[in-house]
């Protein structure tokens, strides 16, 4: 089976960085996703990583080591309207496409 | 393009009724999927389709069908509603290959939801 682990519950303050772990167990791996999940809306893409190493897409960068079945998801410049569930999902290899999620990271942003 | 569409955005249903969630894109992806998120368990796949005429179950499928006539379209069926089903919806959609991997073309984009409360 997959298990995927991350923080409940994360607070910042506006201006800081701050740093979403997350850790996977799955029966193989064909890449990690961050969706960034306001309350009440859609869940929207941030990041998709499937090589080991970083990706920087403006205030935000992704990490992976697969190795270690570890990702991170870095927020810089915090702002309030970063104030949201933050999901990491895995998709396994030789699956079609499915995504395992995990609870998601619920991140509060403070003036 | 409208992206992925959902229908309806809020429903109740009497346990013991039937309905159709309907889910639409315009994008020609081949995968979609359907998935429910209920409070502190995250988003869980219900079923899912590689193409038209090919579906298959994901992690909690039972009480729930669905079908893929045309590529746009992927319907979900409550067969008998039970309070167990009282959630929120979301369908998703992607192409159905990874194209590169550094590539965002590997996303999938989801649809606004559907809150439905099984009385």
């Known amino acids: 089976g997959q298990n995927i682990d991350q923080p409940t519950e994360m607070t910042a303050t506006e201006g800081a960085i701050v740093q979403i772990n997350c850790t996977y167990q799955t029966s193989g791996f064909n890449g990690l996703f961050w969706y ?3 309350a009440g809306e859609a869940p ?11 990706e920087e897409k403006g205030r935000f960068s992704s990490f992976l080591s697969r190795s270690k079945g570890y990702s991170y998801l870095l927020l810089k410049e915090l702002q309030m309207k970063d104030s ?18 995990g609870s998601g990271t619920q991140l509060t942003v403070l003036p | 393009n409208a992206g992925v569409t959902q229908t309806p955005k809020f429903q109740v249903l009497k ?5 159709t969630l309907q889910c639409a ?13 209920d409070p502190g ?5 219900i079923h899912y389709s590689v193409g ?32 167990s089903q009282t959630s929120v919806y979301f369908c998703a959609s992607s192409y159905g290959r990874q ?9 999938q984009f989801f649809g606004p939801g559907t809150r439905l409360t099984v009385l």
Not at chain 2, 99 to 107: F, I, Q, V
Request: glycine content about 8%; some cysteine.
């Open chain 1, 44 to 54: 929207t893409f941030l990041s998709y990583n499937v090589l080991d190493g970083l």
């Open chain 1, 84 to 101: 949201a569930s933050y999901l990491c999902a895995v998709q396994v290899s030789g699956s079609a496409r499915q995504l395992t999620f």
């Open chain 1, 36 to 38: 960034q999940q306001h």
């Open chain 2, 99 to 107: 194209r590169t991997a550094k590539s965002s073309y590997n996303e």
């Open chain 2, 41 to 45: 368990m995250g988003l869980r796949l």
């Open chain 2, 52 to 83: 038209a005429g090919i579906t298959d179950q994901g992690e909690v499928p039972n009480g729930y069908n669905v079908s893929r006539s045309t590529t746009e379209d992927f319907p979900l069926r409550l067969l008998s509603a039970a309070p």
């Open chain 2, 25 to 37: 894109q315009d994008m020609n992806h081949e995968y979609m999927s359907w998935y429910r998120q």
């Open chain 2, 15 to 19: 346990t013991g009724q039937s309905m």
